[in-house]
C-alpha cells in the first residue's frame, strides 16, 4: 500500500492567516485564554487538519500552524510542539465528515452546564444552534477518574461519540467544543455558546425558577439558516479588528 504523503499539499497564505486570525478572535472574545485552540479542515485534503502549535491563542501566527493527520500525527512540525489535546479536533474530524471546523475552549459561563445538569437552552436568535440540544460529555463515566484532558484517540473518539450528531458538547468540569461547516461558523458558534450562557445565567437569575421561554427544536432550526449568513458580518468585523493589529 502507498505510504500516505507527508503534508496534503502547500497551503493558501489566506488559509493560513485566517486560521491564525481566528485563535486572535477567540481571544477577544474571551472565548480563550491562555488555553484552547480552533482548527480547520485542509481543504485540499479532508483527511488532513490545520491546527497551532501549542501556544496561547492570542499569539498565534500564520507561522505556527501545523498540519495533522485525522489521528492528530503532526506531518510537519519541525521541532514544533502540538497540543496536548489535539484528539479532540481528530477524532471530531473522523466522525464527522460535515464538519470543517472545531473549537475547543474552557470559556467560563457555559462550565456550569456540564456541572448540574441543567440543560443548555437557547436563549436567543443567534445561539439558535443550541436549540438542537447540548450533550454533555462525562470523560469519568468510561475512564474513571482522570486528568480531565482528552489527551489520546480513544478518549476523542469517546467524545465523539457523546457529541454524535449535534454541533456542540460539553465536557464535565472542563469546557465545550462547538463545531461549524466552515471556521467561520465554528468561531461564530464558539462566541455564541458562551454568550448564550451567560443570559442563561442571567434569565435564571431574573425568573428565579419561572419556566424559559427559549427557542423550541424548530424556531432553532429556522433561525439558525440566517445565522449561516449573518455570522460572516460578525467574522468580517472581527477578522478586520484582527488585520489592524498585525496587518495580516
Ligand atoms: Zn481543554
Not at 102 to 115: D, K, N, R
Not at 164 to 176: E, P
Not at 198 to 207: E, F
Amino acid at each position: 500500500m502507498a505510504q500516505a504523503p507527508q503534508t496534503g499539499g502547500p497551503v493558501a497564505p489566506a488559509i493560513l492567516a485566517d486560521l491564525a486570525a481566528a485563535s486572535r478572535v477567540l481571544a477577544a472574545q474571551d472565548v480563550v485564554d491562555g488555553f484552547g485552540h480552533v482548527s480547520m479542515r485542509l481543504p485540499s485534503a479532508p483527511d488532513r487538519y490545520l491546527m497551532a502549535r501549542s501556544i496561547a491563542p492570542a499569539l498565534v501566527t500564520p507561522d505556527d500552524i501545523i498540519e495533522y493527520d485525522l489521528d492528530s500525527n503532526p506531518r510537519n512540525a519541525d521541532g514544533r510542539s502540538s497540543f496536548l489535546e489535539r484528539f479532540i479536533h481528530g477524532e471530531i474530524y473522523k466522525a464527522r465528515p460535515d464538519i470543517r471546523s472545531v473549537v475547543h475552549s474552557h470559556s467560563p459561563s457555559v462550565i456550569p452546564f456540564g456541572l448540574v445538569g441543567v440543560p443548555m437552552q437557547a436563549m436567543f436568535h443567534n445561539a439558535a444552534f443550541i436549540a438542537a440540544g447540548v450533550p454533555v460529555f462525562d470523560i469519568r463515566e468510561k475512564f474513571g477518574a482522570t486528568d480531565m484532558l482528552v489527551g489520546n484517540g480513544v478518549k476523542g473518539v469517546a467524545l465523539a461519540e457523546i457529541m454524535g450528531k449535534k454541533d456542540v458538547v460539553l465536557m464535565r468540569a472542563h469546557g465545550s467544543v462547538a463545531c461549524g461547516r466552515t471556521l467561520q461558523a465554528a468561531v461564530f458558534r464558539a462566541v455564541y455558546t458562551e454568550v448564550n450562557a451567560r443570559i442563561q445565567h442571567w434569565t435564571v437569575a431574573l425568573g428565579r425558577g419561572a419556566p424559559m421561554a427559549s427557542l423550541d427544536d424548530e424556531e432553532g432550526r429556522l433561525a439558525d439558516v440566517p445565522n449561516q449568513t449573518a455570522g460572516m458580518r460578525a467574522w468580517d468585523l472581527w477578522r478586520s479588528q484582527v488585520r489592524s493589529a498585525v496587518n495580516w
